[in-house]
C-alpha cells in the first residue's frame, strides 16, 4: 500500500467547526475541519497562517490539540498534531 493510499484509510471526511488559537495569542478563531486523521487535518477559514505556523485546535469529543501549519492553500491549511490523536469512530 502506498503512502497516500494509506493516508486515504485513514482521513475521516468531516464537516465540523472548531475553535483556533494561534501560537500564545488566547484569540479563539472558527474554522471548519473538512477532515482529520491521529496525525493531522484539513481545515478552511478566514484564518492567514503560514507553513509553520504554531496552533492549537480545540476538536470536539477529542479537546485541545497543539500542531504546525505544513500546508496552506487559502482558504484551506494542513495541519500536522503534535502527537496522534484517538478519534472516536
Known amino acids: 500500500m502506498t503512502g497516500h493510499q494509506r493516508r486515504s484509510l ?42 509553520g505556523t504554531r496552533l492549537t485546535i480545540d476538536l470536539p469529543e477529542v479537546g485541545p490539540v497543539p500542531g504546525t501549519v505544513v500546508w496552506v492553500q487559502e482558504p484551506r491549511f494542513g495541519v500536522a498534531f503534535d502527537d496522534e490523536v484517538e478519534l472516536l469512530a
Not at 488559537?21 to 481545515?43: C, E, F, T, Y
Open 10 to 51: 485513514e482521513r475521516h471526511d468531516v464537516v465540523q467547526l472548531a475553535d483556533v488559537q494561534i501560537g500564545r495569542d488566547p484569540a479563539q478563531h472558527r474554522i471548519k475541519v473538512r477532515n482529520v486523521s491521529a496525525r493531522g487535518l484539513m481545515g478552511e477559514g478566514a484564518l492567514h497562517v503560514s507553513s
